[in-house]
């Protein structure tokens, strides 16, 4: 499974690309209005850090002729640019039109098997469903996952991957892993959360309070 970063911070990309675990961002109109700065500088830097892997960018039009137009734009503000838009039937004449140009598209905002079935069939590279959202109204977002996986691998849809999103915790993370998520993305929180275990903590502190009762001043 891929692990993308669920930020527009130039600082926590920074930091997570380093350690070599990140494999792509997901940006949208909220964490960019977070950034100080020009929006378009920033995903400009975002894509140069992440030159190897996707960083999504959303769509901030509404018209369908607008999303479209801007959509064109904003691929072409770096190659590894995959264009957001929500899953909304206004815009199905669009994604298809977009798809017959190449141009990858992340659709966000997907609820149900059949909202994603039909992005499928568009052959989008990347669907979202959004787990905390849904979890929010009582519903189960990580049932969502599962069933998509299952639609996905029954229909045999090769080109569309699941990005498993609005992760708010260290239960979504876990779970969307071992249910066969193509990528999660999660905030840089999530991931420092994930990173760590109490018992790991513990069990370096046992092995230096180990090694010193050696007296050993050089090693090796």
Same mark, same amino acid.
């Given at each position: 499974?891929?692990?993308?970063?669920?930020?527009?911070?130039?600082?926590?990309?920074?930091?997570w690309?380093?350690?070599?675990?990140?494999?792509?961002?997901?940006?949208?109109?909220?964490?960019?209005?977070?950034?100080?700065?020009?929006?378009?500088?920033?995903?400009?830097?975002?894509?140069?850090?992440?030159?190897?892997?996707?960083?999504?960018?959303?769509?901030?039009?509404?018209?369908?002729?607008?999303?479209?137009?801007?959509?064109?734009?904003? &691929?072409?503000?770096?190659?590894? +640019?995959?264009? !957001?838009?929500?899953? %909304? #039937?206004?815009?199905?004449?669009? @994604? =298809? /039109?977009?798809?017959?140009?190449?141009?990858?598209?992340?659709?966000?905002?997907?609820?149900?098997?059949?909202?994603?079935?039909?992005?499928?069939?568009?052959?989008?590279?990347?669907?979202?469903?959004?787990?905390?959202?849904?979890?929010?109204?009582?519903?189960?977002?990580?049932?969502?996952?599962?069933?998509?996986?299952?639609?996905?691998?029954?229909?045999?849809?090769?080109?569309t991957?699941?990005?498993?999103?609005?992760?708010?915790?260290?239960?979504?993370?876990?779970?969307?892993?071992?249910?066969?998520?193509?990528? &999660?993305?999660?905030?840089?929180? +999530?991931?420092? !959360?994930a990173?760590? %275990? #109490?018992?790991?903590?513990?069990? @370096? =502190? /046992?092995?230096?309070?180990?090694?010193?009762?050696?007296?050993?001043k050089?090693?090796?």
């Amino acid at each position: 499974m891929k692990i993308f970063l669920d930020t527009a911070s130039i600082k926590e990309i920074k930091k997570w690309m380093a350690t070599g675990l990140v494999d792509g961002v997901t940006t949208n109109p909220s964490l960019i209005s977070k950034e100080k700065g020009d929006a378009k500088k920033i995903i400009k830097e975002i894509c140069k850090l992440v030159k190897d892997g996707d960083v999504s960018v959303e769509v901030t039009e509404k018209d369908p002729k607008k999303v479209y137009a801007q959509a064109q734009k904003i &691929a072409k503000i770096a190659k590894n +640019v995959v264009v !957001k838009i929500p899953c %909304h #039937p206004d815009y199905f004449e669009v @994604i =298809k /039109k977009l798809v017959d140009k190449k141009i990858n598209l992340n659709i966000t905002l997907v609820f149900s098997v059949l909202q994603g079935m039909m992005m499928c069939k568009l052959g989008v590279k990347y669907i979202s469903p959004f787990i905390g959202r849904l979890d929010d109204v009582d519903c189960d977002g990580l049932d969502l996952v599962a069933n998509l996986r299952q639609m996905i691998d029954e229909y045999v849809f090769l080109n569309t991957k699941i990005i498993a999103a609005s992760i708010r915790g260290m239960r979504h993370f876990h779970e969307v892993a071992l249910l066969g998520a193509d990528v &999660a993305t999660v905030p840089s929180a +999530v991931l420092e !959360k994930a990173a760590h %275990h #109490p018992l790991t903590d513990k069990g @370096i =502190k /046992k092995f230096l309070e180990d090694w010193k009762k050696l007296k050993i001043k050089i090693f090796p």
